[in-house]
Nanobody, 117 residues
């Protein structure tokens, strides 16, 4: 069973930056495709970015050029660097892991990001 624990959320002013982290345990991190999702109040959960086991990345159009996803396999940790934050980035951000062999799908508990002046 994979456990995911997010951290790094908070309140930030528009234009500010945050770095989210997701610490994984319970399996070999390098066999997990990792992603960040977010859910704003009254909206469906949406994909923000994902990174494959080989390091390839993909971003939602709304965050391209502002967010950067990365992973440190030695630390079993996923990151999301968020720059130039906008009020519409306000949401609960969730870490997701997918085992490329078993197809197991796992979620963290979420971390709140609020962008407001």
């Amino acid at each position: 069973q994979v456990q995911l624990v997010e951290s790094g959320g908070g309140l930030v002013r528009p234009g500010g930056s945050l770095r989210l982290s997701c610490a994984a345990s319970g399996t070999t991190f390098s066999i997990l495709t990792m992603g960040w999702y977010r859910q704003a109040p009254g909206k469906q959960r949406e994909l923000v970015a994902f990174i494959t086991t080989g390091g390839s990345t993909n971003y939602a159009d709304s965050v391209k050029g502002r967010f950067t996803i990365s992973r440190d396999n030695a630390k079993s940790t996923l990151y999301l660097q968020q720059n130039s934050l906008k009020p519409e980035d306000t949401a609960v951000y969730y870490c997701n892991a997918q085992n490329i062999y078993s197809r197991g799908d796992y979620w963290g508990q979420g971390t709140q990001v609020t962008v407001s002046s």
